[in-house]
């Protein structure tokens, strides 16, 4: 994608007291050193893209940024002086808010309410000023171009619009600098590109720096005037959007060889062709349920198969249907040939059937418990003798699946003191603990940095391909369906669109038009394949 344009960068050459600036942070835990001499600065109307690899240092910068951590050494400043903030809320109050990828405003308060929580109107008679508040809601939705009832409760509307609506709430109180987490990683297609436009819009039509850590480049280069990218806690690359090439970012944030894999010379470049898959493992017909109409399709071990659409399109529902999460209202299942239908999750797990969640800190990892606990959660029982469990076996056979995925950190430790993607590699080995032999993967790679998910994707490679393992991977990403899969599915509104395909034979322009309900002669009807399974 091409460049923003960066006009706005102008204040770049003119005197650097206007900005907010780091300037030789540094940051340690108990003596283990995060970041290293980082220096960075945010001019007014810039939008500055932060990348790297889950441990770089990115989410630690961004708190000190924010005045949620203070730093062991170096020092920040905010046109020409220095500050210390006290926390958060005194960084907002000098003008630098922060949204987080985790939204904050609260689904059972009005948008109203949620814009002025903690710093209420009042009437002459300490009253709550609902009115005033409401009349000043309407126009700030309105400015920022929003189609939202300031008395509508914040939950009734889909997380692009909270996303949105959360950005033009902090920059209601006044922010000269946005920070962002992370802030496209609940969208997808439009969503992201709407959101995109916005930033750019604040950016250069109000005058706000903005500060975007995203691990996407290609929504880094879509609207960024300048890339920085961190590795092992230094500043490796700073430099114009223009004048960097993503190669060399690649390969500053991930190494050389991921850089030319990524680059299509790596063996899942072109000319990748699809695995051809053995034996049908899992068969689903007509299931419905929720937001399913008529889902029908087959898995065939020694397969990876990808399944896309567009939000609301029932993909999750499909997999936590199969695995006994979702209840499920019609329709016929069968495993390995026999009739399935799960009730609940253990129903899934006798049957072969492991499933990794997309909210990994929703309903996935247990925070504090250790990376050996996360992993052995659902097969305790294989532990437990009497009443008391033996750790030190359920350890030993952890420690070896975690070993096999290249675990980086300390696995006796609370799982979050680990990166995003080492998590994600923990509840891998949850999954694998299992001993499946049907594997359902949703958004596998969420929130991972392009290094841990070239390593989770080589994961699945070898799980299907070498050890015949059946792979079903849902992915709201065009890149990594046509990157992994062998076979393809498109869904929409609650059923196949189209497939199965080739993933040799597909774009992500053809998956786009799929999965906006376009026509194409290359997508079989599925009903064949399902009549040939049987």
């Known amino acids: 994608m091409a460049a923003r344009d960066t006009s706005s960068g102008v204040a770049r050459a003119g005197s ?6 780091a300037i ?30 889950n441990g770089a240092g990115k989410s630690t910068f961004l708190k000190v940024l924010s005045g949620a951590h203070r730093s062991s050494g170096g020092e920040l400043r905010l046109n020409g002086e220095t500050v210390s903030f006290a926390g958060p809320s005194d960084a907002i109050g000098k003008g630098v808010s922060t949204v987080y990828q985790e939204l904050s405003l609260l689904p059972n308060l009005t948008v109203a309410q949620n814009a002025w929580l903690g710093r209420e109107r009042r009437t002459a008679v300490c009253t709550l000023d609902k009115r005033s508040m409401g009349r000043a809601t309407a126009e700030l939705v309105a400015d920022f171009g929003l189609d939202v009832d300031p008395e509508a409760l914040v939950g009734s509307y ?7 609506l959360e950005i033009a709430i902090a920059c209601s ?13 609940a969208l997808e297609g439009d969503q992201v590109n709407v959101l995109l436009g916005y930033l750019g819009n604040l950016a250069k039509e109000r005058g706000i720096g ?20 961190l590795m092992n806690g230094k500043v490796v690359i700073d430099a114009l959007t223009g004048e960097v090439d993503r190669h060399a970012v690649v390969t500053a944030i991930a190494g050389a060889e991921y850089a030319d894999r990524a680059a299509g010379s790596g063996s899942y470049g072109p000319g990748h062709h699809a695995a051809a898959g053995g034996e049908v493992t899992l068969q689903v017909e007509g299931l419905r349920g929720g937001l399913l109409n008529d889902i029908g399709f087959t898995a065939r071990a020694g397969q990876i198969l990808g399944i896309y659409g567009l939000a609301g399109a029932g993909r999750t529902d499909t997999l936590r249907a199969i695995a006994g999460i979702n209840p499920v209202e019609g329709g016929v299942m069968s495993v390995d040939g026999e009739p399935y239908h799960a009730r609940i999750p253990a129903d899934a797990m006798k049957h072969g059937i492991a ?7 929703k309903d996935g990892i247990v925070p504090l418990m250790d990376s050996y606990q996360n992993a052995g ?17 359920m350890v030993a056979d952890t420690a070896a699946i975690l070993e096999q995925l290249d675990l ?10 680990l990166s995003g993607g080492n998590q994600q590699k923990v509840l891998l080995a949850r999954a694998l603990a299992q001993r499946p032999h049907i594997l359902l993967l949703d958004e596998p790679s969420k929130g991972v940095d392009i290094g841990a998910k070239e390593e989770i994707h080589d994961i699945l490679r070898r799980l299907a391909h070498e050890q015949g393992m059946t792979v079903v991977m849902v992915s709201s990403e065009e890149e990594e369906v046509l990157e992994v899969s062998d076979s393809i599915l498109v869904f929409g509104e609650g059923r196949v669109l189209a497939g199965p395909c080739d993933a040799a034979d597909m774009t992500a322009s053809r998956l786009r038009r799929l999965a906006w309900g376009e026509t194409d002669d290359k997508a079989q009807p599925l009903a064949a394949d399902v009549r040939s399974a049987t």
């Open 355 to 361: 499933f990794v969640t997309e909210e990994r800190k």
């Open 377 to 393: 959660l659902p097969v305790l029982g294989r532990y437990t003798r009497a009443g008391m469990l033996d750790r030190g076996r």
């Open 173 to 185: 109180r006044d922010t000269k600098y946005l920070l962002l987490d992370e802030p496209t990683t």
């Open 16 to 21: 650097v007291r206007e900005c907010y600036e």
């Open 24 to 53: 030789n942070i540094e940051k340690d835990y108990s003596g283990v050193p995060v970041l290293l001499d980082v220096s960075l600065r945010i001019h007014p109307g810039e939008v500055v893209g932060l990348v790297g690899h």
């Open 210 to 229: 903005i500060l975007i850590v995203n691990h996407k480049l290609d929504e880094l280069y879509q609207v960024s005037d300048r890339i920085v990218a």
């Open 158 to 164: 889909p997380v692009a619009v909270r996303q949105l």
């Open 408 to 417: 980086k950190g300390d696995p006796n430790k609370p799982i979050v003191s």
